[in-house]
């Protein structure tokens, strides 16, 4: 019976207006003869009840869409670059999907939200129904994909080509890097890879020598700095970097830059 006592835990979360309804729905199946329900038979009516009211709260938080499917944009109208005005229809661990009036809802990935500041989920800056305006970065036709973006354009050295793939990416790689941008949680590096990577403040060997610092202290935008692979996400496209040796690989400890 273990298993039925889940439900309690769902109830304990649902809202006064919910649990409202619950105990009158209660109070209006009862049986004539005032006949008592056994346990079993309250937490199976409970269960149901709680599911219905999920589903029903569901499709309630359900953003309505401005367009209907039939009047939308085709893909093969979009360029990439283009800029677009956009809705957020939900949110995943990865990223957040927009409608931007097109035949399919684009993926805006969470590496695409934000430069100045380390996103760990989309809910931390974003909102099912907000309206943003987002940069078309890619597309394919065939497979009807949309990939958006929230990042201007920067000037990139490197050909697709020539980048370094996270499949060729392993922990506890040396890489050597250049600070692109500086942030109040650490910075990012350019490493020559398909993604940039992430130097947490806390992962650097200044961190702690002055109190407070602002991460900026001991990093700067242009700076040449090594480090080692502590971490890849292929899920989300990231490499969190530190600027500490491991212990554990072998050769010299000290920090060279």
């Known amino acids: ?50 599911k219905k009211a999920e589903r029903e709260d569901k499709r309630a938080s359900r953003i309505q869409r401005k367009l209907p499917f039939n009047m939308r944009t085709p893909l093969a109208a979009l360029a990439p670059g283009a800029k677009m005005e956009g809705q957020v229809i939900s949110l995943t661990s990865y990223g957040a999907y927009v409608d931007i009036g097109t035949e399919c809802d684009g993926l805006l990935h969470i590496s695409q939200i934000s430069r100045e500041i380390f996103v760990r989920h ?22 009807k994909k949309l990939q958006l973006t929230l990042l201007d354009e920067i000037e990139d050295d490197y050909d697709d080509e ?7 990416i392993e922990v506890d790689d040396e890489l050597w890097g250049e600070v692109v941008r500086v942030t109040d949680y650490g910075a990012y590096v350019e490493l020559g890879a398909a993604v940039q990577g992430f130097v947490h403040f806390m992962d650097h060997p200044m ?16 700076q040449r700095i ?6 890849v996400d292929k899920d989300k496209n990231r490499v969190r970097l530190t600027a500490n040796r491991p212990p554990h690989l072998p050769g010299p400890k000290r920090q060279l830059y």
């Open 1 to 50: 019976r273990h298993h039925l006592a889940k439900p309690h835990n769902r109830w304990s979360k649902l809202n006064s207006n919910v649990k409202q309804r619950w105990r009158k729905n209660r109070q209006d199946k009862a049986k004539p003869n005032n006949k008592k329900e056994s346990k079993d038979e309250e937490r199976r009516r409970l269960m149901l009840f709680v």
């Open 122 to 143: 989309p809910r931390e800056v974003l909102s099912p129904g907000d309206e943003i305006e987002v940069q078309v970065k890619s597309l394919n036709l065939e497979e």
């Open 162 to 168: 020539d980048r370094i793939q996270l499949d060729e």
């Open 207 to 222: 961190f702690g020598a002055e109190p407070g610092a602002h991460p900026s202290t001991y990093l700067e935008r242009g």
């Open 226 to 231: 090594r480090t080692w692979v502590a971490d």
